[in-house]
T-cell receptor, first 112, second 113 residues
Framework: QKEVEQNSGPLSVPEGAIASLNCTYS??????FFWYRQYSGKSPELIMS????GDKEDGRFTAQLNKASQYVSLLIRDSQPSDSATYLC????????????FGKGTLLTVNP | KAGVTQTPRYLIKTRGQQVTLSCSPI?????VSWYQQTPGQGLQFLFE???????NKGNFPGRFSGRQFSNSRSEMNVSTLELGDSALYLC????????????FGQGTRLTVV
């Protein structure tokens, strides 16, 4: 059973701080990694994708991938109250496997 | 560019009935995937279609089925509804290559009573 694990939280940070969200996966063959943000009552929104080891930055978001440790993380700098949401980590094995396996999400609360 | 459109947004059905949900992907996207989201199980993969062919299927009973049309629009059907089928059903659209960057529709909230 291929699994994706995330801390359920809630993770609470003050406004302006760095929020760090972590994800581990069990399938060593995984090739594509994604972070989605889901506001309460809404559908998931893709915010980051990463395919190779290292860091990828997009605005206030940085995704980090370490395939050897089977670990993906998302850093949110200068956190804002509008970042309060559930963050979902998703992993795909690629190749002929066209599905995403999701973690159960980490609830982030940014306090003003 | 229009996003992924799912209809209807909300449904209330009775146990034993069947239901059909619809999804129109982003223009140019040929892959449509369906997911079920519940508070207890999170997001779970149902199936994926590309060019009218099912390429992958999750671990759901045969009551859950789907299809894709030549214009890439997709439908999923759930027959003989059970109370446990109450969930948010999400459709995701992607290009269909090996790097499945998927974009979700607003979802259909199904309540079975």
């Amino acid at each position: 059973q291929k699994e994706v694990e995330q801390n359920s939280g809630p993770l609470s940070v003050p406004e302006g701080a760095i929020a760090s969200l972590n994800c581990t996966y069990s399938d060593r063959g995984s090739q594509s990694f994604f972070w989605y943000r889901q506001y309460s009552g809404k559908s998931p929104e893709l915010i980051m994708s990463i395919y190779s080891n290292g860091d990828k930055e997009d605005g206030r978001f940085t995704a980090q991938l370490n395939k050897a440790s089977q670990y993906v993380s998302l850093l949110i700098r200068d956190s804002q109250p509008s970042d309060s949401a559930t963050y979902l980590c998703a992993v795909s094995s690629g190749g002929s496997n066209y599905k995403l396996t999701f973690g159960k999400g980490t609830l982030l609360t940014v306090n003003p | 560019k229009a996003g992924v459109t799912q209809t209807p947004r909300y449904l209330i059905k009775t146990r034993g009935q069947q239901v059909t949900l619809s999804c129109s992907p982003i223009s140019g996207h040929r892959s449509v995937s369906w997911y079920q989201q519940t508070p207890g199980q999170g997001l779970q993969f149902l199936f994926e279609y590309f060019s009218e062919t099912q390429r992958n299927k999750g671990n759901f009973p045969g009551r859950f089925s789907g299809r894709q049309f030549s214009n890439s629009r997709s439908e999923m059907n759930v027959s003989t509804l059970e109370l446990g089928d109450s969930a948010l059903y999400l459709c995701a659209s992607s290009l269909g290559d090996s790097w499945p960057k998927a974009f979700f529709g607003q979802g259909t909230r199904l309540t079975v009573v």
